[in-house]
C-alpha cells in the first residue's frame, strides 16, 4: 500500500459513456498528478494540482476534464472517449512539486473503451 | 527524443542470476533520479532515489548506482527471484519544477 487508493481497478465504457475516475491520498500531501500509461510508452504527464489548484494542464483533450475538491481528493470525468483513449490511468500524489520530490502511485484504473 | 533511456527494453534471465539495467538521461539541471518497479497491472512503486551526490544506494538485492557526470545510472538486481518479474523504470527530476521524465521501463522476466 502505497497510501494512493484509486478507484475503480478496471472500467469499460462505450464511447457515448459519462463516468469518471476517483482518486485518494492519505499522505498529506500537497500534490496530485493525472498520469496516462499506455503499452510500451513512458508514463505521459496529464495534470497537476497544487493545494487544490490546477497548475498544469498538458495538453489533454477536454474529453478529460479532472475535478480536486481537496488535497486529498482527486477526480478524472471522462466522456464520449475514443478506443486510442484505453491505457492505465495512474493518480500520484507528493509533498512539493517543485522540489520533485518522490511521488506515491496508486494502483492505477485499467480503462479500455469500446 | 525523450529525456530519458532505458536498455535494455527487455530482458529474461534465470531465477537465481543477477543481472543490470541502465538508464542514460539529459534531464537538466538535475535534481534526483528514482528507480520504480512496476508489476503488470499496477502502480510503480519506488525502489531507491539518489541525488547528485549519491553514488551508489541498496535496497535489498536491488542496488542503484548514478554517475552524475556521465548523467547514467544502473539498476543492479542480486540473485533474481520470480517476483522480480515487472518493468523497472528510472525517473528523473529537474530542480525546480514538478516535471518527471520517466523512461519506457525494462522489462525483466524472470523465469525458474
Not at chain 1, 33 to 38: F, I, N, P
Not at chain 1, 96 to 108: M, V
Not at chain 2, 40 to 56: D, H, K, Y
Request: net charge positive; glycine share 6%.
Amino acid at each position: 500500500e502505497t497510501g494512493v487508493t484509486q478507484t475503480p481497478r478496471h472500467l469499460v465504457m462505450g464511447m457515448t459513456n459519462k463516468k469518471s475516475l476517483k482518486c485518494e491520498q492519505h499522505l498529506g500531501h500537497n500534490a496530485m498528478y493525472w498520469y496516462k500509461q499506455s503499452a510500451k510508452k513512458p508514463l505521459e504527464l496529464m495534470f497537476v494540482y497544487n493545494f487544490k489548484e490546477q497548475t498544469e494542464n498538458n495538453s489533454v483533450p477536454s474529453r478529460f476534464s479532472p475535478e480536486c475538491p481537496n488535497s486529498s481528493h482527486l477526480f478524472l470525468h471522462l466522456h464520449t472517449l475514443q478506443p486510442e483513449d484505453s491505457a492505465l490511468y495512474l493518480c500520484a500524489s507528493s509533498q512539493d512539486p517543485l522540489r520533485g520530490t518522490e511521488a506515491f502511485f496508486g494502483q492505477g484504473t485499467r480503462l479500455t473503451v469500446v | 527524443k525523450n529525456q530519458v533511456e532505458q536498455s535494455p527494453q527487455s530482458l529474461i534471465i534465470l531465477e537465481g542470476k543477477n543481472c543490470t539495467l541502465q538508464c542514460n538521461y539529459t534531464v537538466s539541471p538535475f535534481s534526483n533520479l528514482r528507480w520504480y518497479k512496476q508489476d503488470t497491472g499496477r502502480g510503480p512503486v519506488s525502489l531507491t532515489i539518489m541525488t547528485f551526490s549519491e553514488n551508489t544506494k541498496s535496497n535489498g538485492r536491488y542496488t542503484a548506482t548514478l554517475d552524475a557526470d556521465t548523467k547514467q545510472s544502473s539498476l543492479h538486481i542480486t540473485a533474481s527471484q520470480l517476483s522480480d518479474s515487472a518493468s523497472y523504470i528510472c525517473v528523473v527530476s529537474a530542480y525546480g519544477n514538478n516535471r518527471l521524465a520517466f523512461g519506457k521501463g525494462n522489462q525483466v522476466v524472470v523465469i525458474p
